[in-house]
């Protein structure tokens, strides 16, 4: 026997269970990433448990099973998140009732709580992304519950699934215009997704910390972190080597981790660190628009440099004196902007001063070798007198003829990070690099600092946007020089000129399905791809980015003159109540459609059954009419008689007489009088 012919031969109990545990498996099946091990895990085995009972026909657990699993679930949540408050210990709990609440379906109550727990997980997976990809799972998801709750009000018989799924696809259409109305008139609140407390960790990027080796991690992540659209086109963009995309800046160092100043959500402190940056910008603006992906940190990301804040929906910014872009908290949706930015720029102070020397002190006890050299360097009767731009090419100049190469995996580094990279290996990913070389110019006493950031990118030739991803994170110095302020020196450039301007990036070892890819068709992956980025990067500009600013501007072009949320939810409610005076008139139209001979006799039954005759619905006309005179009599012959017509209109080949005629007879008959009590 086949699978098929097996389900058939299901109790239709049965069959729905299985189709339902189906459907509540592709509703959770995403949250897998996000919940923990033991909750996805004991999540799949009570419902293949369940599925096992309904396919077996066995009874379901007892009472004390599910008070045990219930107990063991909060547990489990209470340890791992050790709450069972906030968006991650809500979900995890969600989940885990949804699967539990499957082996107690008993009745059509049980279903419809299992209905809307499925429905409710499902709008949990936006609380972790809105990619196009979960939507599209979602949509199915959707289809499926409809499926199912369409099939659990549909007692009688074995409807066939195909059925049951053609009239919930029916419906989801018929609520597709009022989900699009919903959507471009609710009124915007930021952000769309998410719960107070989210966790703002996990996701990888930049962050206000780098320790030597870690940055060569995010070069293994290929997600698109910055998508860029030039104001004129490409004509107008700077060369692709000054695409420096500003992040954190690190001052402080321990040895072996670079740190910036934490940030904290803090108005107050975002107005002490918030002083003049002493930027001065000259030549041709860069006009751009930055659609920002959550990476769940304050910094904003602009080309160098911006002297002026971008307009941020909800949002304010604010600059440091490190020339940083933030914002006053993190960035935990889509984001999209507009900046200015110049390429020629110069910022800092001109002469030395006392904050200056905090970034010229080292750690005590690190990099001998390094301090060494440094000696050395100022004993060298070339750079006895040299000054800081001096300094900094003889640097340059060891980098590129010293035998040094830029790579991915160099190993892990010991105690002394930048004696092992000038001395023992030689070798070294971007913040390797960049760390030695500020380390050293340090030990020279020349005020120094590591920039990180983003620098390169590509562009989608699909959509024309540039996309930067988290691969192209990168490190850089800056140097303090007399009378010029704060200069980029970017080391990596000096030992692999290609990293500069994307050129040519360093990527993980691929897996055998890539590399197969790759030998049947070199350009197939990377077209492909730029297709699949592009219908993103739509769905984040007209989708996760339709702010409330677009809905105001869509009321403008409606002829609004100055439109507010007041607005928005007039046009809201006027759209509500068409649509609900459309949905009463299609229900009046629809009940007119139905058979008015079949109407006139539930009148006629109606009518009998008044007069103390109750006749059964699958009666036909001259039964009715044999029963009338039996219990009437004579005095009820003309209601017979025109029972008779009526069943002469519906089965004569030619009928006499009309519908119409016969409704206006029904109330002019003698109709039975009601029994007197």
Same mark, same amino acid.
């Given at each position: 026997?086949?699978l098929?012919?097996?389900?058939?031969?299901l109790?239709?109990?049965?069959?729905?269970?299985?189709f339902?545990?189906?459907?509540?498996?592709?509703?959770?099946a995403?949250?897998?990433?996000?919940?923990?091990?033991?909750?996805?895990a004991?999540?799949?085995?009570?419902?293949?448990?369940?599925?096992?009972?309904?396919?077996?026909?066995?009874?379901?657990?007892g009472s004390?099973?599910k008070?045990?699993?219930?107990v063991?679930a909060?547990?489990?949540?209470?340890?791992?998140?050790?709450?069972?408050?906030?968006?991650?210990?809500?979900?995890?709990?969600?989940v885990?009732?949804?699967?539990l609440?499957?082996?107690e379906?008993?009745?059509?109550?049980?279903?419809?709580?299992?209905?809307?727990?499925?429905?409710?997980?499902?709008?949990s997976?936006?609380?972790?992304?809105?990619?196009?990809?979960?939507?599209?799972?979602?949509?199915?998801?959707? /289809?499926?519950?409809?499926?199912?709750?369409?099939?659990?009000?549909?007692?009688?018989?074995?409807?066939?699934?195909?059925?049951?799924?053609?009239?919930?696809?029916?419906m989801?259409?018929?609520?597709?215009?009022?989900?699009?109305?919903?959507?471009?008139?609710?009124?915007?609140m930021?952000?769309?997704?998410?719960?107070?407390?989210?966790?703002?960790?996990?996701?990888?990027g930049?962050?206000?910390?780098?320790?030597?080796?870690?940055?060569?991690?995010? *070069?293994?992540?290929?997600r698109?972190?910055?998508?860029?659209?030039?104001?004129?086109?490409d004509?107008?963009?700077p060369?692709?080597s000054?695409?420096?995309?500003?992040?954190?800046v690190?001052?402080?160092f321990?040895?072996?981790e670079?740190?910036?100043?934490?940030?904290?959500?803090?108005?107050?402190?975002?107005?002490?660190?918030?002083?003049?940056?002493?930027?001065?910008?000259?030549?041709?603006?860069?006009?751009?628009?930055?659609?920002?992906?959550?990476?769940?940190?304050?910094?904003?990301?602009?080309?160098?440099?911006t002297?002026?804040?971008?307009?941020?929906?909800?949002?304010?910014?604010?600059m440091?004196?490190?020339?940083?872009?933030?914002?006053?908290?993190?960035?935990?949706?889509?984001?999209?902007?507009?900046?200015?930015?110049?390429?020629?720029?110069?910022?800092?102070p001109?002469?030395s001063?006392?904050?200056?020397?905090?970034?010229?002190? /080292?750690?005590p006890?690190?990099n001998?070798?390094?301090?060494?050299?440094?000696?050395q360097?100022?004993?060298?009767p070339?750079?006895?007198?040299?000054?800081?731009?001096?300094?900094?090419?003889?640097?340059?100049?060891?980098?590129?003829?010293?035998?040094?190469?830029?790579?991915?995996?160099?190993?892990?580094?010991?105690?002394?990070? *930048?004696?092992?990279?000038?001395?023992?290996?030689?070798?070294?990913?971007?913040?390797?690099?960049?760390?030695?070389?500020?380390?050293?110019?340090?030990?020279?006493d020349?005020?120094?600092?590591?920039?990180?950031?983003?620098?390169?990118?590509?562009?989608n030739?699909?959509?024309?946007?540039?996309?930067?991803r988290?691969?192209?994170?990168?490190?850089?110095?800056?140097?303090?020089?007399?009378?010029?302020?704060w200069?980029?020196?970017?080391?990596?450039g000096?030992?692999?000129?290609?990293?500069?301007?994307?050129?040519?990036?360093?990527?993980?070892?691929?897996?055998?399905?890539a590399?197969a890819?790759?030998?049947?068709?070199?350009?197939? *992956?990377?077209? /492909?791809?730029?297709?699949?980025?592009?219908?993103?990067?739509?769905?984040?500009?007209?989708v996760?980015?339709?702010?409330?600013?677009?809905?105001?501007?869509?009321?403008?072009?409606?002829?609004?003159?100055?439109?507010?949320?007041?607005?928005?939810?007039?046009v809201l409610?006027?759209?509500?109540?068409?649509?609900?005076?459309?949905?009463?008139?299609?229900?009046?139209?629809?009940r007119?459609?139905h058979?008015?001979?079949?109407?006139?006799?539930?009148?006629?039954?109606q009518?009998?059954?008044?007069?103390?005759l109750?006749?059964?619905?699958?009666?036909?006309?001259?039964?009715?009419?044999?029963?009338?005179?039996?219990?009437?009599?004579?005095?009820?012959?003309?209601?017979?008689?025109?029972?008779?017509?009526?069943?002469?209109?519906?089965?004569?080949?030619?009928?006499?007489?009309?519908?119409?005629?016969?409704?206006?007879?029904?109330g002019?008959?003698?109709?039975?009088e009601?029994p007197?009590h």
């Open positions: 026997m086949t098929r012919q097996t389900l058939a031969s109790p239709r109990d049965a069959r729905d269970t299985l339902l545990l189906v459907v509540i498996a592709v509703v959770v995403p949250q897998a990433g996000n919940l923990p091990g033991w909750a996805s004991l999540t799949g085995a009570v419902l293949l448990w369940r599925g096992r009972l309904a396919w077996l026909g066995k009874a379901l657990p004390w099973t008070v045990l699993l219930v063991l909060v547990a489990g949540t209470l340890y791992s998140h050790r709450t069972i408050l906030g968006r991650d210990a809500g979900v995890t709990l969600i885990m009732l949804l699967a609440k499957t082996l379906l008993h009745a059509r109550r049980d279903a419809l709580v299992v209905f809307f727990l499925g429905f409710f997980t499902m709008l997976n936006f609380f972790f992304s809105q990619s196009l990809l979960t939507a599209g799972a979602m949509l199915v998801a959707l /289809l499926g519950l409809l499926t199912a709750l369409v099939n659990a009000h549909m007692p009688v018989g074995r409807p066939p699934l195909v059925q049951t799924f053609r009239m919930a696809g029916s989801a259409l018929l609520g597709a215009p009022i989900m699009v109305a919903l959507f471009m008139l609710f009124p915007r930021s952000p769309l997704w998410g719960m107070p407390g989210d966790n703002l960790a996990g996701r990888s930049l962050s206000g910390t780098m320790k030597v080796g870690d940055m060569a991690e995010i *070069a293994l992540d290929d698109v972190a910055i998508r860029l659209k030039f104001e004129g086109g004509s107008n963009m060369p692709q000054a695409l420096y995309f500003r992040g954190p690190l001052t402080a321990d040895g072996r670079w740190q910036a100043e934490p940030f904290r959500e803090d108005s107050a402190w975002a107005a002490r660190v918030a002083v003049p940056a002493s930027l001065q910008v000259s030549g041709p603006a860069v006009r751009y628009e930055v659609t920002l992906e959550p990476q769940r940190q304050p910094w904003l990301m602009v080309l160098e440099a002297p002026e804040a971008p307009a941020l929906p909800g949002m304010q910014a604010y440091t004196q490190d020339l940083q872009w933030m914002t006053t908290r993190p960035i935990t949706e889509v984001l999209r902007y507009q900046a200015v930015s110049y390429p020629s720029f110069r910022h800092g001109d002469a001063s006392r904050p200056l020397r905090v970034h010229a002190e /080292l750690p006890g690190f001998p070798r390094t301090l060494a050299l440094a000696a360097m100022r004993a060298d070339a750079l006895a007198n040299a000054d800081t731009q001096q300094l900094v090419n003889a640097v340059l100049q060891r980098l590129r003829t010293g035998g040094y190469s830029y790579s991915l995996d160099p190993g892990v580094f010991g105690e002394h990070t *930048a004696d092992e990279f000038w001395f023992d290996r030689k070798e070294g990913f971007c913040e390797h690099i960049s760390s030695a070389f500020v380390v050293l110019m340090r030990a020279l020349v005020p120094s600092r590591i920039v990180t950031g983003y620098q390169g990118g590509e562009r030739p699909v959509d024309g946007y540039w996309t930067i988290n691969a192209d994170a990168h490190a850089w110095a800056e140097v303090w020089v007399e009378n010029r302020g200069v980029r020196v970017d080391p990596t000096a030992i692999a000129p290609s990293r500069i301007g994307a050129f040519q990036r360093l990527r993980a070892p691929q897996g055998a399905f590399n890819m790759g030998t049947i068709s070199p350009g197939l *992956a990377q077209n /492909l791809r730029a297709v699949w980025e592009a219908v993103n990067n739509r769905w984040n500009q007209w996760l980015n339709y702010s409330q600013a677009r809905q105001l501007d869509l009321l403008k072009a409606l002829g609004f003159e100055s439109p507010s949320w007041q607005d928005l939810t007039t409610g006027v759209l509500v109540m068409l649509a609900a005076l459309g949905g009463g008139a299609w229900t009046l139209w629809e007119s459609q058979d008015p001979w079949l109407r006139l006799m539930a009148r006629t039954r009518r009998l059954a008044r007069a103390g109750t006749l059964p619905d699958t009666l036909p006309p001259r039964a009715m009419a044999d029963r009338v005179r039996a219990q009437f009599g004579a005095s009820s012959q003309p209601v017979a008689d025109w029972l008779l017509r009526l069943e002469h209109l519906r089965y004569a080949p030619h009928p006499t007489q009309a519908l119409g005629q016969l409704r206006r007879e029904f002019a008959l003698p109709w039975p009601p007197k």
